[in-house]
């Protein structure tokens, strides 16, 4: 069966200091992948998607950025954090090529920027 | 603009039934996802609709209307532990999810 891992679990970073947040998809081959933000009382905001190694689409331009160095990893990174980077953030995934495959997340990382 | 409007909160008493609504209003439709999320944690699958009508899993159901543009997800005898966000999404014609901002469904003995 497939399997989604993420951590850390909570993550406490002062402004401007750096992040990295990362995501491993097991038993599946050339699944999509998604980083996710949630904010307190808001709807879940696509930050990232990636249909394979290499292949980034960005849909919310911010000092974020993502990467996928192998099949079944997926990294979120920011050089610096603005405190408006606090929230909620999940990692999902899906079947490679289903278009229309439900959304399986991780467990989040709670981010707190001070 | 894409929009998917659902009620901020709900309370219902356990054991009882609760009816949970979403209207969209999309740039096409390819299907409409219902999740449930409990406080700190991450969304879990529920069900999905694509086509009119009621789906029903155990003790949910959800329904859809694409004329309408209207779901609702039906939680029967409700139990303590159904108290949890209930997320709306809808996937539009470039398959992309629009998100409801989430139903705080409050259950009281």
């Known amino acids: 069966s497939q399997t989604i891992h993420q951590w850390p679990a909570t993550l406490v970073q002062p402004v401007g200091s750096p992040l990295s947040l990362e995501c491993t998809v097991e038993g599946t081959s050339n699944p999509n992948l998604y980083w996710y933000r949630q904010a307190a009382g808001r709807g879940l905001q696509l930050l990232f998607y990636?249909?394979?190694?290499?292949?980034i689409s960005s849909e919310v331009p911010q000092n974020l950025s993502a990467s996928r160095p192998q099949d079944r990893q997926f990294i979120l990174s920011s050089k610096k954090l603005l405190l408006s980077d606090s929230g909620f953030y999940l990692c999902?995934?899906?079947?490679?090529?289903?278009?229309?495959?439900?959304?399986?997340f991780g467990n989040g990382t709670r981010l707190t920027v001070t | 603009g894409q929009n998917i409007d659902q009620p901020t909160e709900m309370t219902a008493t356990e054991g009882a039934i609760v009816q949970i609504n979403c209207t969209y209003q999309t740039s096409g439709f390819n299907g409409l996802f219902w999740y449930q999320q409990h406080a700190g944690e991450a969304p879990t699958f529920l069900s999905y609709n694509v086509l009119d009508g009621l789906e029903e899993k155990g003790r949910f159901s959800s329904f859809l209307s694409r004329s309408k543009g209207y779901s609702y997800l039906l939680l029967k005898e409700l139990q303590m532990k159904d108290s949890a966000s209930y997320l709306c999404?809808?996937?539009?014609?470039?398959?992309?999810?629009?998100w409801g901002a989430g139903t705080k469904l409050i259950i009281k003995p």
């Open positions: 999404a809808v996937m539009d014609s470039n398959y992309q999810l629009i």
């Open positions: 999902a995934w899906t079947p490679g090529g289903a278009d229309n495959s439900p959304l399986h």
């Open positions: 990636s249909v394979g190694i290499g292949q």
